[in-house]
């Protein structure tokens, strides 16, 4: 059974950093972090495939980065120069397609909490 889980959520002041961590129970082609404010819709945070490929969000190019250990099947969010904005759920998803951001992946860990207060 797909499992993903996250872990490395917390609360930290604006202009602080954070670092995300998502562990896999096995290798998936494309994986993803998408968060979610309280009554917001879903946002595709950042993405990479196999090939090390990456996709962001405009809201966070420049401030986040995405990477992923394949020997371990975790994948990992560094959040940096945190924006009250940025406070959400934030979860990890994957699957075998490109789903480009999209809240569309197969499989979804339970998601870490990210608070950034002013």
């Known amino acids: 059974q797909a499992m993903l889980v996250e872990s490395g959520g917390g609360s930290v002041q604006s202009g602080g950093s954070l670092r995300l961590s998502c562990a896999a129970s096995?290798?998936?082609?494309?994986m993803a972090w998408l968060r979610q404010a309280p009554g917001k819709e879903f946002e595709g945070v950042a993405s990479i495939d196999k090939n090390r490929n990456t996709r962001y969000a405009d809201s966070v190019k420049g401030r986040f980065t995405i990477s992923q250990d394949n020997a371990k099947n975790t994948l990992y969010l560094q959040m940096n120069s945190l924006k009250v904005e940025d406070t959400a759920m934030y979860y990890c998803?994957?699957?075998?397609?490109?789903?480009?951001?999209?809240?569309?992946?197969?499989?979804w860990g339970q998601g870490t909490q990210v608070t950034v207060s002013s």
């Open positions: 096995q290798s998936y082609y494309c």
């Open positions: 998803a994957a699957d075998r397609v490109d789903w480009w951001l999209l809240p569309k992946y197969n499989y």
